[in-house]
């Protein structure tokens, strides 16, 4: 299976367990893109919101935003990938001048839609969140290797860094 096939596979995974395994999935987006250690420490500017435009995040709910990553480099995912390539003793071939795989993980503004913090449903964001983070863990296994859950802006999305 391609890559494309096993992306769609993905998201209709990850909506599925959303819907309790209904065929009735939720309709989850996904956004892919290749990065370049660089291009991962210019996002996480933009994710501490310390740069960039960010006059579409509500200062108010940005601590309910949520970070994981590899050794514990919750604001700095460009050391986690660098300590993961190093610990790892991966040899990424200098010609790939992108060897990290970005995900934005999200679904319609619609389905979050509750009384929770934000104007969420706060179970669905969980059970939304738990699933998208299986699907990551299963489909790459230890190179996730920054997770970051996105509560301040309109829609929850889950940013995420994928070293091979």
Not at 66 to 90: C, M, N, S, T
Not at 142 to 154: C, I, P, Y
Request: proline share 5%; hydrophobic share 40%.
């Amino acid at each position: 299976m391609g890559l494309m096939g096993m992306l769609a596979k993905g998201a209709k995974a990850i909506g599925q367990r959303v819907a309790g395994g209904s065929p009735k999935a939720a309709k989850v987006v996904m956004d892919v893109k290749r990065m370049s250690v660089q291009d991962v420490r210019a996002q996480a500017w933009h994710e501490q919101r310390a740069a960039g435009d960010v006059s579409h995040c509500d200062p108010e709910r940005t601590p309910l935003n949520r970070r994981g990553a590899y050794g514990d480099h919750l604001l700095d995912p460009d050391k986690a990938v660098e300590q993961f390539i190093k610990d790892k003793r991966l040899r990424i071939d200098r010609r790939n001048e992108k060897p990290i795989t970005s995900f934005v993980l999200s679904a319609s503004a619609e389905f979050f839609k509750g009384d929770g913090p934000g104007g969420f449903d706060e179970a669905k964001v969980k059970a939304w969140s738990a699933a998208s983070h299986k699907w990551l863990a299963s489909e790459f296994g230890e190179g996730v290797v920054h997770v970051s859950l996105h509560l301040d802006e309109q829609t929850p999305h889950i940013h995420a860094k994928v070293v091979p």
